[in-house]
């Protein structure tokens, strides 16, 4: 995931705030210690799927409102997604909460520990604010299908993050992708990707007596997916391009008749990664005129590319310094993709990772790591960086000069996107 980089891409952290206020954030995270082991147990012995996470929304609303919170349950025409907020006025820090799983092999990416976190720093913050009277809210999201689905844009689209000073999370990865002594990385940038499908159409026939009579569907699949390999020799070193045959005929003795690939395309930015679909695109027309079938097109979702707010990253830097769990600077950019990349095209985000214990080849998306991700140090890590943000997220809502820095940063990144794509 990470590995040691320049680490003046981020500026001076800011002065953090004074002790009795970490005190309190500590505290009030460590007071519901059994709680919030409990629910990261829970999400991690009954993974779902995306958009199904039921029994996740219920466990974490009934322990939100157990702890005293108003929850808006189903939020934003979502079922499983949540909204928890507390405070008046002032400033919205956000955390999201991730707690879809993948088929088959679980939480092999973690996503128990994301909620966890982010749960522990909403209740960090939430006990910082009732001390101290400061106007200012904090807000948790509970923010389904990440691994397919792209829950995050349907809460775009429905203007969860309209009014977000700061939205943070952490992701968990394998401890061998970082340097020893190091707990996890702050500024670490993602690839953007562009799903889709494509369904050749052709013409059924017996395929004994009388294949000529047939138009194959399967061979267009089958013809597109070989000009992909092909193509993958041409392309820049960090894009990648990988898919399936989602259907591929029923029966040997029948010629066809319709077929289907499943693609991602992924490149450093949206507009890149978009440029690489057309590309990918060709080779599935020239498939289609080959065989003669009919091709047509589904756009799935598309994820932004992420955009770490330079200055949010600079403050987990030093807060988790103060804690005592030192994280690097800045990290290599992930080939993977998250919809947190879409959020951070419409507020300041922070997206940092944090190291897990895991056994040699453990690395995310491996039955490996739904094995690590489900331990009691997975869990005591993932309460660590939730008190790195949780002291991030009360000083956007307590330091000014920090809030001003944050959205200067989020509005030059704006700048450099617009220049990017015009230049494009």
Same mark, same amino acid.
């Given at each position: 995931m990470t590995q040691m980089t320049n680490s003046s891409l981020l500026?001076?952290?800011?002065a953090q705030q004074d002790g009795c206020v970490l005190d309190v954030i500590?505290?009030?995270?460590?007071?519901?210690?059994?709680?919030?082991?409990?629910?990261n147990e829970q999400i991690h012995k009954n993974p779902e799927l995306a958009f199904e996470e039921f029994m996740a929304h219920d466990n974490i609303t009934t322990l939100l409102e157990q702890l005293g919170f108003v929850v808006r349950k189903h939020a934003y025409?979502?079922?499983?997604? +949540?909204?928890?907020?507390?405070?008046?006025?002032?400033?919205?820090?956000?955390?999201?909460?991730?707690?879809?799983?993948?088929? #088959?092999?679980?939480?092999?990416?973690?996503?128990?520990l994301i909620a966890t976190s982010s749960i522990g720093a909403f209740i960090g913050v939430a006990a910082a604010?009732?001390?101290s009277m400061l106007p200012g809210r904090v807000r948790l999201i509970g923010t389904p299908a990440e691994e397919a689905g792209g829950g995050k844009i349907n809460l775009i689209d429905a203007g969860a993050y309209d009014d977000v000073d700061a939205c943070l999370m952490v992701h968990p990865a394998a401890h061998k992708r970082f340097p020893d002594g190091v707990t996890g990385v702050a500024y670490c940038k993602s690839s953007?990707?562009?799903?889709?499908?494509?369904r050749y159409t052709g013409k059924p026939a017996h395929a004994a007596t009388a294949p000529w009579q047939g138009v194959n569907a399967l061979d267009a699949v089958c013809l597109a997916y070989n000009g992909i390999s092909m193509l993958r020799q041409q392309i820049q070193p960090h894009e990648r391009i990988h898919g399936v045959i989602v259907e591929g005929g029923?029966?040997?003795?029948?010629?066809?008749?319709?077929?289907?690939?499943?693609?991602?395309?992924?490149?450093?930015?949206?507009?890149?990664?978009?440029?690489?679909?057309?590309?990918?695109?060709?080779?599935?027309?020239?498939?289609?005129? %080959?065989? #003669?079938?009919?091709?047509e097109y589904e756009?799935?979702?598309?994820?932004?590319?992420?955009?770490?707010?330079?200055?949010?990253?600079?403050?987990?830097?030093?807060?988790?310094?103060?804690?005592?769990?030192?994280?690097?600077?800045?990290?290599?950019?992930?080939?993977?993709?998250?919809?947190?990349?879409?959020?951070?095209?419409?507020?300041? #985000?922070?997206?940092? #990772?944090?190291?897990?214990?895991?056994?040699?080849?453990?690395?995310?998306?491996?039955?490996? +790591?739904?094995?690590?991700?489900?331990?009691?140090? %997975?869990?005591?890590?993932?309460?660590?960086?939730a008190k790195g943000m949780a002291v991030v997220g009360w000083n956007v809502l307590s330091d000014d000069s920090?809030?001003?820095?944050?959205?200067?940063?989020?509005?030059?990144?704006?700048k450099l996107r617009e220049a990017s794509r015009n230049i494009g």
């Open positions: 500026p001076p952290a800011p500590v505290h009030a995270i460590d007071a519901h210690n059994k709680e919030l082991q409990l629910i025409g979502l079922p499983t997604s +949540f909204l928890a907020e507390y405070g008046n006025g002032g400033r919205v820090v956000a955390f999201n909460a991730e707690y879809d799983a993948l088929p #088959g092999i679980g939480h092999a990416c973690g996503h128990n604010l009732k001390e953007a990707v562009v799903k889709f499908r494509a029923t029966k040997p003795n029948v010629i066809t008749a319709s077929a289907t690939l499943e693609y991602y395309c992924r490149s450093a930015t949206l507009e890149d990664a978009e440029a690489l679909k057309a590309r990918v695109t060709k080779c599935f027309d020239g498939a289609a005129i %080959a065989t #003669g079938c009919a091709v756009t799935l979702e598309t994820y932004a590319d992420l955009r770490p707010n330079k200055t949010l990253c600079a403050n987990y830097v030093s807060a988790m310094e103060t804690l005592g769990f030192p994280v690097l600077s800045s990290g290599a950019a992930q080939s993977g993709s998250t919809d947190m990349g879409n959020v951070t095209y419409i507020c300041p #985000g922070f997206h940092g #990772g944090f190291a897990v214990p895991a056994e040699p080849g453990a690395f995310n998306h491996t039955p490996s +790591f739904t094995k690590a991700a489900g331990t009691n140090q %997975a869990y005591e890590l993932a309460i660590n960086t920090l809030a001003e820095s944050i959205r200067n940063d989020f509005e030059e990144d704006k």
